[in-house]
């Protein structure tokens, strides 16, 4: 039962992660050929959403795999 819920909760950190990661993403496009770049807080989301999806993935995919392993 604990997989389960801990599976839920990383699919949870892993599209939070996503989605922070998207929202950078359209933040910087806007950009045109004469303004500066994107900020340095689009930088921020974008690490941030790699940092969350990739905690996200592997804690979920650690306590997964741990829980099938660890079968009789």
């Not at 389960?4 to 806007?30: E, N, Q, R, Y």
Request: avoid cysteine; proline fraction near 1%; charge should be positive.
């Amino acid at each position: 039962m604990y997989v389960v819920i801990v599976d839920i909760l990383a699919l949870i950190v892993f599209g939070a992660g996503v989605a922070l990661l998207l929202k950078s993403s359209k933040a910087g496009a806007g950009t045109k050929a004469g303004m500066a770049g994107p900020d340095a807080g689009t930088y921020g989301r974008r690490i941030g959403g790699t940092m969350l999806a990739a905690f996200g993935l592997a804690i979920g995919l650690m306590v997964t795999l741990f829980h099938f392993a660890s079968l009789d």
